[in-house]
Each structure stands twice: as structure tokens, then as C-alpha cells.
């Protein structure tokens, strides 16, 4: 089964020879990895900013 890398978008095997995958590299796993933690702490802060609206309104 071939996939495509969501990363780079190149065709790679996604299989259990690939322990990349479904990336096509380690390179673009850890940039997804990468872009990933930083997007999450992204949201983290804006969610601390919602409860603390939500906080209010209620009260
Ligand atoms: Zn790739």
C-alpha cells in the first residue's frame, strides 16, 4: 500500500518496513512532528483565553 507523504507529498510505502511512515523520511516526520507541536501550543493558548470567556459569561 502506497500513501502519500503529508509532509512533502511524495508516493511512499506504508508498511511496517517503513518506520517513517506515513511520512516518507525521517526528515519530514520530524518537520510534521515539529509543525505539529508548535500549532498545538497555538490552540493551548487560545483555549485558556476561551475558558476564561466562558468563565465570565457564566458568572
Ligand atoms: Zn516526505
Redesign the pocket.
Given at each position: 500500500m502506497y500513501v502519500k507523504?503529508p509532509?512533502?507529498g511524495?508516493k511512499?510505502e506504508y508498511s511496517e518496513n517503513n518506520e517513517y511512515r506515513p511520512?516518507?523520511?525521517s526528515r519530514?516526520q520530524l518537520l510534521d512532528l515539529g509543525a505539529w507541536a508548535s500549532e498545538s501550543h497555538k490552540i493551548a493558548g487560545e483555549e485558556l483565553v476561551d475558558i476564561d470567556e466562558d468563565f465570565e459569561t457564566k458568572h
Open positions: 507523504c509532509e512533502c511524495e511512499t511520512f516518507c523520511s519530514c
